[in-house]
């Protein structure tokens, strides 16, 4: 019995010998079968030059808000937002009768004044006469001089009230300061016009530009006549401008400077007043000045994305893809910065003419 066992069991044991002998021959077969995917391979770049990725909008260079000094009923408000206006054309008319009749009065103190006036003029002839012919003391001359001076004083006085009712009675009729269109209106015809509150908004086409706002860490870094590549974040569109202006203060935008980049009249076609941007500025002073320590850059065409994750292929010492998991930062133009995870001198893939994963065999161009 023990005898038969034994032989059953040696049996059992043959078999998985050749069953594994079978199983590392299909192994083997099956890697030698996988024919190499050629790849092209090279090193990241260096930014030696840091610049700055700030988000902007565009706007109109020239915009106007139209508001009143007055407060009274809006009679009339024809435009809307589109309208094509004319440099000088009525845009809205408010209800004036309160300075109307202020300017009458100023009209009625000014007759009263220069009739005023007149009468001291004669007095004061008179009595220059008689004082020739000693026939007026000094005395009564003085008085009548002074009486003529204050005469003639209460006269430019009213002169100059009607002045300010007439300057009053500009802010009732509201016309547009340059030809241009209209982009917004805050009110309506029959609405209380309040002081200093904007009713209607123009913007003079044709001349754009971009403000950006740019980090307090990174302001005095951005040069005034630098150029600056933008992009527009809905067609895509880039375009090459320049500073025109850095202002100096965040007081109002929060730790915030604002920054204008022009546009080119030849790229303008296509671009609208509101459209949000990405903007590209060169700093100065970078202390990413050399190969040691400048940013490290890869073509954007070159990443892997999985489930939010970014990878690159490089290659084994075996001679197979690896996929190296890495940190991206900022983008320049169709580059992008590499954190962690890649090496300045490591290779990675760039191209291939094949499916790359893991342990694949790869074989460089």
């Known amino acids: 019995?023990?005898?038969?066992?034994?032989?059953?069991?040696?049996?059992?044991?043959?078999?998985?010998?050749?069953?594994?002998?079978?199983?590392?021959?299909?192994?083997?077969?099956?890697?030698?079968?996988?024919?190499?995917?050629?790849?092209?391979?090279?090193?990241?770049?260096?930014?030696?030059?840091?610049?700055?990725?700030?988000?902007?909008?565009?706007?109109?260079?020239?915009?106007?808000?139209?508001?009143?000094?007055?407060?009274?009923?809006?009679?009339?408000?024809?435009?809307?937002?589109?309208?094509?206006?004319?440099?000088?054309?009525?845009?809205?008319?408010?209800?004036?009768?309160?300075?109307?009749?202020?300017?009458?009065?100023?009209?009625?103190?000014?007759?009263?004044a220069e009739a005023n006036l007149q009468n001291a003029t004669r007095d004061l002839d008179r009595f220059t006469v008689l004082y020739k012919q000693q026939s007026a003391s000094a005395k009564e001359l003085d008085n009548v001089t002074l009486q003529y001076n204050s005469a003639r004083a209460r006269v430019q006085a009213a002169q100059q009230m009607k002045n300010e009712v007439n300057a009053m009675m500009g802010y009732a009729t509201l016309t547009a300061p340059f030809s241009g269109t209209v982009t917004q209106k805050n009110a309506e015809a029959g609405t209380m016009a309040n002081p200093g509150m904007p009713i209607l908004a123009i913007e003079q086409g044709g001349v754009m530009q971009v403000s950006a706002a740019v980090p307090e860490s990174e302001i005095n870094r951005v040069v005034k006549g630098n150029p600056a590549e933008i992009e527009i974040k809905s067609t895509g569109k880039k375009i090459s401008g320049k500073v025109v202006e850095i202002n100096p203060s965040s007081q109002f935008t929060g730790g915030q400077y604002m920054?204008?980049?022009?546009?080119?009249?030849?790229?303008?076609?296509?671009?609208?007043?509101?459209?949000?941007?990405?903007?590209?500025?060169?700093?100065?002073?970078?202390?990413?000045?050399?190969?040691?320590?400048?940013?490290?850059?890869?073509?954007?065409?070159?990443?892997?994305?999985?489930?939010?994750?970014?990878?690159?292929?490089?290659?084994?010492?075996?001679?197979?893809?690896?996929?190296?998991?890495?940190r991206i930062g900022k983008t320049v133009g169709d580059r992008v910065e590499i954190v962690s995870g890649l090496g300045r001198n490591e290779k990675y893939v760039i191209s291939a003419e094949g499916k790359l994963y893991n342990g694949v065999p790869v074989k460089v161009k």
Request: include cysteine.
């Open 1 to 112: 019995m023990i005898q038969r066992l034994t032989a059953a069991g040696l049996v059992i044991a043959m078999a998985s010998v050749f069953t594994a002998c079978s199983s590392d021959e299909h192994k083997t077969a099956d890697t030698t079968m996988v024919q190499p995917v050629s790849v092209t391979v090279s090193s990241p770049s260096v930014d030696t030059k840091q610049d700055i990725s700030v988000s902007g909008k565009v706007e109109s260079v020239h915009t106007a808000y139209i508001s009143t000094r007055l407060m009274g009923i809006i009679t009339r408000l024809d435009v809307k937002p589109g309208d094509r206006v004319r440099k000088g054309q009525v845009l809205a008319t408010i209800s004036s009768q309160d300075i109307q009749a202020k300017r009458a009065q100023a009209e009625a103190m000014i007759a009263e």
């Open 259 to 326: 920054v204008k980049v022009s546009i080119p009249n030849a790229d303008q076609a296509g671009v609208y007043s509101g459209m949000y941007v990405n903007v590209l500025l060169p700093l100065k002073g970078a202390a990413a000045d050399t190969a040691e320590t400048g940013a490290i850059l890869v073509p954007s065409s070159s990443l892997v994305v999985k489930d939010q994750l970014y990878g690159l292929y490089t290659i084994s010492n075996n001679n197979t893809a690896l996929l190296r998991m890495v």
